[in-house]
Nanobody, 120 residues
Framework: QVHLVESGGGLVQAGGSLRLSCAASGSIFSINRMGWYRQAPGNQRELVATATGRGITNYADPVKGRFTISSDNAKNTVYLQMNSLKPEDTAVYYC??????????????WGQGTQVTVSS
């Protein structure tokens, strides 16, 4: 089993910053990819940013230049630094991880979500 624990959400004014963290624990052989998705009320869950175990990053267009994803492989943790936040960034942010529990078995796991609210 693999568990993800997220932290760092909250309420911030437009133009402000927040940093989200997601720590993976459990049966971890290696991490293929970790990332962040978000879901606003009435909308589908959408990609925000991902980072592979080799450090390759990918960002959704709306957050490019404002958000930065980074990883601490020693801590099995991924971070999302969010700057210049906008009201449209308001959503529940979910951590996702594609983790190998053994050389043959991998799992796709979601965190419980953390609320980010940006006031105008």
């Amino acid at each position: 089993q693999v568990h993800l624990v997220e932290s760092g959400g909250g309420l911030v004014q437009a133009g402000g910053s927040l940093r989200l963290s997601c720590a993976a624990s459990g049966s971890i052989f290696s991490i293929n990819r970790m990332g962040w998705y978000r879901q606003a009320p009435g909308n589908q869950r959408e990609l925000v940013a991902t980072a592979t175990g080799r450090g390759i990053t990918n960002y959704a267009d709306p957050v490019k230049g404002r958000f930065t994803i980074s990883s601490d492989n020693a801590k099995n943790t991924v971070y999302l630094q969010m700057n210049s936040l906008k009201p449209e960034d308001t959503a529940v942010y979910y951590c996702n991880a594609d983790i190998y529990m053994s050389i043959r078995t991998h799992t796709d796991t979601w965190g419980q979500g953390t609320q980010v609210t940006v006031s105008s």
